[in-house]
């Protein structure tokens, strides 16, 4: 028989698939190097049936911690790791610091049971049909976790607080918060209600472009400068296309590439009418 993904990774994989089709997929993998095979791992095929109990799934692209939040509450899940933290059935999940070489930051791990009937479970993941919740959308505080919480550290990051973007409201967030409701005259209880959110929107609203360089009027590409350029270097992010600014350079260049293979796009470089209309900007040209 030959070594095959367990079928409840593969509902798994399908699920991540169809919620993000134009994900990255370079650091995906499911069967074991060598490096794997020479130790004890869910990576290599089982000696009874040669399923492959362990998937990788690439980060980019994808909500992470979404998917952690479903793999845990799976009754085929054993332990998922994700950027240094492991959550583990024989510790009911609770997350837990990850000590092994791999710091698990590009992609993240899924592992399931042996059993057979949980290792052939057809039962959904629960991932494709995920409501995501919206920055807004409830109160954050010390201990949340989620999309919301990811929206917030890259709105706190545009001010220069270099905050990881992982989800999860942490220590870190908590004093960030704080300090900018210090800073604000807000209401100092490291909360993110109404009146501090707004005071965030208002403080990273970028400045309203100039005439000839609002978003959607023109195709830019390398060499070309503006607010519009701007504004796709800041809707891609910084770790794509660079630091903010308004040149569009060899950094933004590899930005929209990127971007536009996640998108199903030819990847050219080039933000025409199709480029500009997948970000949501109205086309006027």
Same mark, same amino acid.
């Given at each position: 028989?030959?070594?095959?993904?367990?079928?409840? &990774?593969?509902?798994?994989?399908?699920?991540?698939? *169809?919620?993000?089709?134009?994900?990255?997929?370079?650091?995906? @993998?499911?069967?074991?190097?060598?490096?794997?095979?020479?130790?004890?791992?869910?990576?290599?095929?089982?000696?009874?049936?040669?399923?492959?109990?362990?998937?990788?799934?690439?980060?980019?692209?994808?909500?992470?911690?979404?998917?952690?939040?479903?793999?845990? !509450?799976?009754?085929?899940?054993?332990?998922?790791?994700?950027?240094?933290?492991?959550?583990?059935?024989?510790?009911?999940?609770?997350?837990? =610091?990850?000590?092994?070489?791999?710091?698990?930051?590009?992609?993240?791990?899924?592992?399931?049971?042996?059993?057979?009937?949980?290792?052939?479970?057809?039962?959904?993941?629960?991932?494709?049909?995920?409501?995501?919740?919206?920055?807004?959308?409830?109160? &954050?505080?010390?201990?949340?976790?989620?999309?919301?919480?990811?929206? &917030?550290?890259?709105?706190?990051?545009?001010?220069? #607080?270099?905050?990881?973007?992982?989800?999860?409201?942490?220590?870190?967030?908590?004093?960030?918060? =704080?300090? /900018?409701?210090?800073?604000?005259?807000?209401?100092?209880?490291?909360?993110?209600?109404?009146? !501090?959110?707004?005071?965030?929107?208002?403080? !990273?609203?970028?400045?309203?472009?100039?005439?000839?360089?609002?978003?959607?009027?023109? *195709?830019?590409? =390398?060499?070309?400068?503006?607010?519009?350029?701007? /504004?796709?270097?800041? /809707?891609?992010?910084?770790?794509?296309?660079?630091?903010?600014?308004?040149?569009?350079?060899?950094? !933004?260049?590899?930005?929209?590439?990127?971007?536009?293979?996640?998108?199903? &796009?030819?990847?050219? @470089?080039?933000?025409?009418?199709?480029?500009? #209309?997948?970000?949501?900007?109205?086309? *006027?040209?």
């Amino acid at each position: 028989m030959s070594a095959h993904l367990a079928p409840t &990774l593969r509902v798994l994989r399908e699920e991540i698939n *169809t919620r993000w089709p134009h994900r990255d997929r370079s650091s995906d @993998g499911w069967i074991g190097d060598a490096a794997h095979q020479a130790r004890s791992s869910d990576h290599n095929p089982d000696g009874d049936d040669r399923s492959v109990n362990a998937i990788d799934v690439d980060v980019d692209g994808i909500d992470p911690l979404l998917v952690v939040r479903h793999c845990i !509450t799976h009754p085929s899940c054993q332990y998922v790791i994700y950027n240094r933290v492991i959550w583990s059935r024989v510790r009911s999940f609770a997350p837990a =610091r990850y000590t092994g070489t791999n710091p698990h930051n590009k992609h993240l791990h899924v592992s399931v049971s042996h059993q057979r009937a949980l290792e052939e479970s057809q039962r959904p993941w629960g991932i494709a049909t995920a409501t995501v919740t919206r920055l807004g959308d409830r109160v &954050l505080r010390a201990g949340c976790q989620g999309s919301d919480v990811r929206e &917030l550290q890259t709105l706190a990051n545009r001010l220069g #607080a270099r905050l990881t973007v992982d989800g999860a409201f942490g220590a870190r967030t908590t004093a960030w918060v =704080r300090s /900018f409701q210090r800073a604000r005259s807000l209401t100092v209880d490291g909360l993110v209600g109404p009146a !501090t959110l707004a005071t965030l929107r208002k403080a !990273t609203a970028p400045p309203p472009p100039q005439p000839g360089r609002v978003p959607g009027s023109r *195709t830019v590409r =390398r060499g070309s400068t503006g607010d519009d350029v701007a /504004f796709v270097k800041r /809707f891609i992010g910084t770790r794509r296309c660079g630091p903010p600014g308004v040149d569009f350079d060899e950094r !933004t260049d590899a930005g929209v590439r990127w971007y536009q293979r996640m998108r199903g &796009l030819t990847d050219d @470089g080039i933000v025409g009418r199709l480029t500009w #209309a997948q970000m949501g900007v109205r086309v *006027t040209y």
